[in-house]
């Protein structure tokens, strides 16, 4: 036999292992993933934007959900004022004093403001 088909003979050969070694690898590879998804992810409040009344509200917000939900939005004052009482009359959240709604409201609203679009702000509901 020719040297060409004996190597095509071994790799055919050789193909199921092949194909198990790379299963298996897959299977692997896939296990991994899989524990990293469910590894619990920690928040800190030093990754979101520095302000005062940063650890107040990061430590009043989060105690029901990521804060990142919070940080994800981008709301007028107003929209996070009514966002306050939604959380307070819809889930239940301790109604906070004053004193210290106006230190969350301060940071909130500074910190993450409506998201600038290249024309600037965009009222959604002004049909233009
Ligand atoms: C007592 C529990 C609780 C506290 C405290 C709380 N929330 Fe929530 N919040 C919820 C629940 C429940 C939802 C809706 C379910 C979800 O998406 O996890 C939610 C959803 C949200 C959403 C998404 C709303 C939407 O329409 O998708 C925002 C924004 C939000 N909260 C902001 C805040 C802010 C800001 C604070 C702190 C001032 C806060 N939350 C504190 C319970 C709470």
């Given at each position: 036999m020719h040297m060409i088909g004996r190597a095509a003979l071994a790799v055919r050969r050789l193909f199921p292992a092949l194909v198990l070694v790379l299963a298996l690898s897959g299977g692997f590879v896939f296990a991994q993933a899989q524990q990293e998804q469910f590894t619990p992810q920690?928040?800190?409040?030093?990754?979101?934007?520095?302000?005062?009344?940063?650890?107040?509200?990061f430590y009043t917000c989060?105690?029901?959900?990521?804060f990142k939900l919070v940080a994800s939005q981008g709301f007028s004052r107003e929209r996070w004022d009514e966002t306050i009482d939604l959380m307070v009359d819809r889930h239940g959240m301790a109604k906070p004093e004053a004193k210290d709604r106006e230190i969350i409201l301060n940071y909130l609203a500074k910190a993450f403001p409506p998201k600038a679009s290249p024309r600037g702000f965009q009222n959604p509901f002004l049909k233009q």
């Open positions: 920690t928040e800190d409040p030093e990754t979101f934007p520095e302000g005062d009344g940063r650890d107040d509200t989060s105690a029901c959900h990521a």
